[in-house]
């Protein structure tokens, strides 16, 4: 065969490099995110995490149930001793009982995987290849680790509520600015917490992806997601550390408290809000830094 | 990284005449650290050609794919796949672009139909209408049909190499860039995957096919192209390169001594000094006499027609090539299954 003959057997032989193969251009992609939720949700590993946060609230609820019928003390975190007097506070107590530990390390857990986990599969090369090309996928990483976020903060919250329904006596929900309030608007107030649970957990996802840019080791960037929030709530619990609070991406993470006075006081949520956006926007641009200009080599 | 479709349009001159050239690179070059795994490659790919990349393991060829496809960075030189510059045109370049790299990979926990599908979801101008359509055929036409909705972890590595290439087929492509395979294949699979690759190639598409075995790229490329340790030894045709080399004369006769002069009067250098008891004997009393065919349009007839005028009894008279292993074996210096 000739070098300088042009392919002929094909029917679109002469088509010119710029015509798309087929079909139109398909628009924002959005069916790769729907293909990244339904991996996601649909792994075994997320299922297990997932049904572990389930736990909590579940467990916290019997064990309250067990201990006050045997006449328990009542002592342990805020509002656990509300649990025996209104069972709608089981899903706040495991919402606090959580944050520190439980949701950041499945949390960690979801966005170390992200790149590292692909990668380490040799999945990532053929993603890169189709093309995805690597800032719509960094995009699409992020947005589905965030929907787990909101996943495993509703998971806690609608648990929590059902193992209060079922074992507790439910009914107007005092205020911890004294007022009272009925079902709808403590649920509607239950959800305003799951979300700022949610929001509080981005800063972090946006950490978990960066280190997953820098390594084809999952496990390795899960590892560093999760001490990095350990660490950041050591320092905050560090009175000589005081000035670095502001600026810890977990200061917030227990302000969903102020959801429960009336009026709402928005100053945590907004200032949780900014304290987020800014992690979010640092690691996120570390992450399409690292990612754009890295060698795939796995 | 993100270019806009239609700024890429203006600034290269693609919608021109075609370029020769499926694959075109000048220098290229990756370095890592002090190490040099790929050293001021030129390759020519034509259009419509079956490119066999051959080379021992580790003399460079992923490393070249790579780059070709824009996974890593070239440290120097230029690269041009389907008239697109990589890897600044690759949003535009990869849709045409079939590609299995290194070795198939798959999320484990979900079916081979579901890895397809997967992947497929991630190519924004593959019609999600036709989709499942497109992926059974995949599957079908490398013969994973009846074990689609296993799961990948179930799959043997040949199965995975399947469904790797079926990856490859999603689209209709101009290119496909196929590393090493037969991999893992048994020689039934292997012999498939060789019909497959002429079946696509027939139907126009250009495939770069790499491989360590030289028996394979024989059988099924129009083109090869030789790596050693990072460098492109050459490349061209396969008849260019059985061309390439040198012919030797070999002739069987009991008459050593005036055959010998016969071609060294046609200019020929036999071989061996005339002591006969160092020159092989055969039944009969024949010897062997070869010498290097390195006369320009010297035929073979007029040396047989020199040397029965001059009386000498030919017995038996050839030329030949050598085989192309030997031809790669002193391209590259070893044998094609040691790692470089």
Not at chain 1, 165 to 179: D, E, H, K, T
Request: aromatic share 6%.
């Amino acid at each position: 065969m000739s070098p300088a003959e042009p392919v002929g057997a094909r029917p679109d032989a002469d088509r010119t490099a710029d015509e798309p193969v087929d079909g139109p251009r398909g628009g924002l992609g959005l069916a790769l995110l729907g293909s990244e939720l339904a991996v996601l949700f649909r792994r075994v590993r997320t299922i297990a995490l997932l049904g572990a946060l389930a736990l909590i609230p579940v467990l916290l609820a019997v064990a309250v149930r067990v201990t006050t019928a045997d006449g328990g003390s009542g002592r342990g975190p805020a509002f656990l001793g509300d649990i025996t007097q209104n069972g709608l506070f089981v899903s706040l107590t495991a919402l606090t009982v959580a944050i520190p530990l439980f949701l950041p390390l499945t949390v960690g857990v979801v966005a170390g995987d992200t790149i590292a986990g692909e990668a380490s599969l040799g999945t990532l090369r053929y993603l890169l290849v189709t093309p995805v090309g690597r800032v719509r996928l960094l995009l699409v990483k992020y947005a589905a680790a965030a929907a787990f976020c909101l996943a495993a903060t509703l998971v806690v919250v609608v648990f929590g509520a059902i193992a209060g329904a079922a074992l507790f006596p439910i009914g107007p929900v005092a205020l911890l600015s004294g007022q009272t309030i009925g079902l709808g608007d403590y649920a509607l107030r239950l959800l305003l917490m799951a979300l700022y649970v949610t929001l509080s957990l981005l800063g972090l996802s946006a950490i978990g992806l960066f280190a997953s840019t820098l390594t084809s080791v999952p496990v390795g960037a899960m590892a560093a997601t999760i001490v990095l929030s350990t660490v950041a709530q050591i320092v905050d619990a560090l009175p000589q550390l005081d000035a670095l609070d502001p600026w810890l991406f977990t200061h917030h993470w227990l302000g969903f408290a102020d959801l429960m006075r009336d009026p709402i006081s928005w100053d945590s949520f907004a200032a949780n809000a900014l304290l987020q956006a800014g992690y979010v926007a640092v690691f996120g641009a570390l992450a399409l830094g690292r990612f754009t200009t890295k060698d795939v080599l796995s | 990284m993100s270019h806009d479709t239609t700024a890429v349009r203006s600034s290269h001159d693609v919608a021109g005449p075609r370029g020769a050239f499926a694959v075109e690179t000048t220098g290229l070059t990756k370095q890592f650290g002090r190490q040099r795994a790929v050293d001021g490659v030129d390759l020519a790919v034509p259009h419509g050609s079956v490119y066999g990349f051959l080379g021992p393991n580790g003399s460079g060829k992923t490393s070249t794919i790579r780059m070709l496809l824009g996974l890593t960075s070239a440290t120097s030189g230029d690269i041009r796949v389907l008239g697109g510059s990589m890897p600044d045109d690759l949003r535009r370049v990869l849709p045409r672009v079939g590609a299995l790299v290194e070795g198939p990979a798959f999320y484990p926990f979900l079916s081979g139909r579901a890895n397809l599908h997967r992947l497929d979801s991630g190519d924004r101008r593959a019609p999600a209408a036709t989709r499942r359509a497109r992926v059974d055929a995949a599957l079908d036409r490398v013969g994973l049909g009846h074990a689609a909705s296993k799961k990948a972890h179930a799959y043997s590595l040949g199965m995975k190499q399947r469904l790797g290439i079926a990856n490859a087929l999603l689209m209709p492509r101009d290119l496909l860039v196929l590393d090493e395979p037969s991999n893992g294949l048994d020689p039934q699979g292997t012999r498939e995957v060789r019909g497959l690759i002429r079946s696509l190639a027939d139907e126009g598409t250009t495939v770069f096919v790499s491989s360590h075995l030289l028996s394979e790229v024989e059988q099924m490329c129009t083109h090869i192209g030789v790596m050693s340790a990072g460098r492109l030894l050459t490349q061209g045709t396969l008849d260019d390169l059985r061309a390439l080399g040198e012919h030797r004369v070999r002739l069987l006769t009991p008459d050593p001594d005036v055959a010998r002069d016969v071609l060294t009067r046609l200019g020929l250098t036999p071989e061996a000094p005339a002591r006969s008891d160092a020159t092989p004997a055969t039944a009969g009393g024949s010897v062997r006499v070869e010498a290097d065919l390195a006369v320009e349009g010297l035929s073979p007839e007029s040396i047989v027609a020199a040397l029965v005028a001059a009386d000498v009894r030919v017995r038996g008279f050839e030329v030949a090539g050598a085989s192309l292993e030997d031809r790669f074996v002193d391209l590259t210096g070893e044998g094609f299954d040691v790692a470089g």
